[in-house]
């Protein structure tokens, strides 16, 4: 089983500035099939991100993903205020598919 | 527009079993695979397993192996998560997801989710 470790754990940061979180495989990512997700409480989560760097439908473009192999990023080059929520990556190339633990973005 | 309606909240006692279910519309039901996400109480997501509605073949993750089935309907478009011998710790939201396309692993639309208690 891939495992997943996300980091940091917490993010505080202002609205405007840059947010570059961290997902790291403990082997490698098949054909960089990893997905990044943004959960807000009470809801489902929402793909933003797959194959790696691939935007979902509707998902602005100060979100980006970068990386192969075991590293992967997830930045948001500007925070607005709805994107303070936890943040997961996924990834999808071996069963069982595997989730990371989590970023938290919040606001300093 | 895809929809994925989840059955309602649930309360269960431990060693009893809950069934889920999670109706697809607007959408070949039998086109997608549809896998199962759970998330207990503050903590992460943790994947489940997933049912081919076309063949009825499944793919569990192994600490389910054993407690869950997948099955479908689909003269209704309906998938089912059936886990037994609750334990506390099972309890957390249960989500049915489906992906972009037949073989996504990832998901482009999730149900509501259905919250299972398991209390004694």
């Known amino acids: 089983e891939i495992v997943l470790t996300q980091s940091p754990g917490t993010l505080s940061l202002s609205p405007g500035e840059r947010a570059t979180l961290s997902c790291r495989a403990s082997?490698?990512?098949?054909?960089?099939?990893l997905a990044w997700y943004q959960q807000k409480p009470g809801q489902a989560p929402r793909l933003l991100i797959y194959g790696a760097s691939s935007r979902a439908t509707g998902i602005p473009d100060r979100f980006s993903g970068s990386g192969s192999g075991t590293d992967f990023t997830l930045t948001i080059s500007r925070l607005e205020p709805e994107d303070f929520a936890v943040y997961y990556c996924?990834?999808?190339?071996?069963?069982?598919?595997?989730f990371g633990g989590g970023t938290k973005v919040e606001i300093k | 527009q895809v929809q994925l309606v989840q059955s309602g909240a649930e309360v269960k006692k431990p060693g009893a079993s809950v069934k889920v279910s999670c109706k697809a519309s607007?959408?070949?039901?039998?086109?997608?695979?549809m896998h199962w996400v759970r998330q207990a109480p503050g903590q992460g997501l943790e994947w489940m397993g997933r049912?081919?509605?076309?063949?009825?073949?499944?793919n569990y993750a192994q600490k389910f192996q054993g407690r869950v089935t997948m099955t479908r309907d689909t003269s209704i478009s309906t998938a089912y998560m059936e886990l037994s011998r609750l334990r506390s710790d099972d309890t957390a939201v249960y989500y049915c997801?489906?992906?972009?396309?037949?073989?996504?692993?990832?998901?482009?639309?999730w149900g509501q989710g259905t919250l299972v208690t398991v209390s004694s």
């Open positions: 082997q490698s990512v098949s054909s960089s099939y």
């Open positions: 049912i081919n509605p076309n063949s009825g073949g499944t």
């Open positions: 996924q990834q999808y190339g071996s069963s069982p598919f595997t």
């Open positions: 997801a489906r992906g972009e396309d037949f073989w996504s692993g990832y998901y482009n639309y």
């Open positions: 607007g959408y070949t039901f039998t086109g997608y695979y």
